[in-house]
Every structure is written in C-alpha cells, then in structure tokens.
C-alpha cells in the first residue's frame, strides 16, 4: 500500500475474536494482502485475527450497487491477508466502530458484506463509555439463512477422523461433534476436511460439545488465521447443525429455537427462526486506537 499521511486504526474484538479496524470511507487506501499480514501480526505489528476496512459502499465496487441500501461496506480480511465473504464478530464490531465515530445512530443500521447485506441492532440504552458513545452493551446481528449442501464430509485431527456437517453461512464451515474439546488437539495446523472438493475456497472448522440443553461449546480453526478465541458465522453454523441433530427445525416446527453458543472467548446467543433468518447476539468493543507510521505500513 502506498500513503504518505499517517493512517488512523482501532483495536477491537467481538468474545475475543480481535481485529484491526482501518476507516477509508473514500477508499482510498490500496490495502493489499502483505500490508493486511503486516497489521496482523502479533508481535511486529498491531495484531489481530483479522482486519476490518470501513468503506463507503459507493467507493467499493463489491458494494456499489448495494449503496442505497447500506451506506458502509465491510471489507473484511483474514490475517493471512486473504479475502473472506463474511464475518459475525467483525460486524458487531463494525456497528460499534460506525457509531462511536458518529457516523450512525443507535437503533438498527444495515451493513453490506460480501455475503450480502446484515441489520444490525445497536441497543440504545447501553453504557456509555468515555467518548459519549455506546461502550459496550450487546449487538444483534440477523445473519440471514444457513445452508446445508448433502454430502459426507468427514474432519481428520492427527489420527483421528469423524464425520462433519458442511453449513454455509456466507462463507464455508465443517461442524463436527466431540465427546471432548481437548481431543481437536492443539490445532496449530488446519485439520484435513475430505472431500477437497466440498471447499474449493477452504473451509472453517468448528469442533463442539454438549453443556446442557441447547447449549453448546465450541473450539474453531478459522480459514486464514488459525485457531481463534471464536467465531461468528461459526458458532451460527455449530447452532444450526446441532438444532438439527436434537431434531429442531424452526421452518417445519413453526417455532424458533435458541441457543446458547460457549466459545474461548465468551458467549453468543442464536436464534434461527421459522422463516430461516438468524440471529445472534454478543458483545462488541473498541479497546484502542492510533495512527500507523507510513513508512511501515507501506514495507
Ligand atoms: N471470525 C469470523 C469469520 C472470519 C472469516 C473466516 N476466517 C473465513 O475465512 O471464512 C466470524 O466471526 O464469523
């Protein structure tokens, strides 16, 4: 990326899913690959299991003909620098970001995403933090329909395999059940996911176990970033593959259901309801922000 001025960035994070927040409402930064690695990094740079570009929908020409419609567009990039169609955390933390700046008023705003346009719900009556803007409180995210494409899929971690279910929540997940969390092992590397051709893109993979009644725990390896302390559109996707297997159907049960999601770094709540649209609930924070030396940013 080339700029000569210094670039204004936040920090924040969504149950510990963190990001690096870059407003370019004109888009005007040539945000590449190498400089979103460099941003991510965790010891050379600010860190973050991805970075969040805020752009004006009619400056991006993903969004452009969304822009009536949403006025900002979530460029979202995972911390290996590659291009992700959508992520749950990073738009709680998006809205968060839109009105702190006072760029969007409490209440319900839309944001345009590669996977479509999300409503986002910013409680009005939250706590307000130092700069008069909502701290903290939670976001409702209505993250639109789950798909659920047939086919086996089966997850390998180390020398043992077990069947997964593939979702689709925009971009790809393999759920797997486990009697244990600790047995998905360290995850430092991706687990193997057969058939490749299930994901030609690469998938993320959520491996869950039971706490009690709808309720469940989630450990995950998100596609370009490796293990993280949660995931949005994971734990939407672990919600719908365990209604299904606890036999709940909202469409034929004329009735929502709702669970309550454990990740690492804390707790979601999911709602899928008879029309399929789902819902999620959580926290979203701003804990930092600054401006970036040019010169390092540029490499
Ligand atoms: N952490 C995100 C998902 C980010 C994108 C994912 N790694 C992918 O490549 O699909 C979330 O909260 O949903």
Redesign the pocket.
């Not at 992700?84 to 990073?90: D, L, V």
């Not at 998100?222 to 970033?225: H, N, Q, V, Y």
């Given at each position: 990326m080339s700029t000569a001025q210094p670039v204004p960035f936040l920090k924040g994070h969504g149950t510990e899913?963190d990001f690096v927040i870059v407003p370019d409402p004109d888009g005007a930064l040539a945000l590449d690959a190498a400089a979103v690695r460099r941003l991510c990094d965790r010891r050379a740079g600010v860190g973050g299991?991805?970075l969040l570009r805020v752009v004006r929908s009619a400056a991006h020409p993903e969004a452009r003909e969304t822009a009536g419609d949403a006025e900002w567009f979530m460029d979202?990039r995972?911390a290996d620098g590659?291009i992700?169609?959508?992520?749950?955390?990073?738009v709680r933390v998006f809205a968060r970001y839109l009105h702190r700046a006072g760029l969007v008023p409490p209440g319900d705003l839309v944001v345009a995403t590669r996977a479509g346009l999300r409503r986002v719900h910013l409680a009005k009556d939250a706590p307000t933090g130092a700069f008069g803007a909502l701290a903290a409180g939670p976001v409702t995210v209505g993250m639109g329909r789950a798909a659920l494409p047939e086919g086996d899929v089966t997850v390998t971690v180390g020398d043992r395999s077990r069947p997964a279910r593939h979702v689709g929540m925009g971009?790809?997940h393999a759920v797997v059940f486990v009697d244990d969390l600790a047995h998905a092992g360290r995850l430092l590397d991706p687990p193997l996911v057969t058939p490749a051709t299930a994901y030609p893109d690469g998938v993320?993979v959520e491996f869950v176990v039971d706490r009690g009644p709808r309720h469940v725990a989630l450990r995950v390896h998100?596609?370009?970033?490796g293990e993280?302390r949660?995931?949005?559109?994971?734990a939407c996707a672990v919600m719908v593959a365990a209604a299904r297997r606890d036999g709940a159907d909202p469409a034929a049960d004329g009735a929502p259901v709702t669970y309550t999601v454990d990740v690492p770094g804390g707790r979601l709540v999911i709602t899928e309801r008879p029309d399929g649209e789902i819902e999620m609930t959580g926290p979203a924070v701003i804990v930092a922000e600054g401006v970036l030396d040019p010169a390092w940013l540029a490499g």
């Open positions: 899913n299991d991805g979202y995972n590659s992700a169609e959508m992520c749950g955390n990073g971009n790809p993320n998100e596609r370009g970033s993280t949660s995931c949005g559109t994971g």
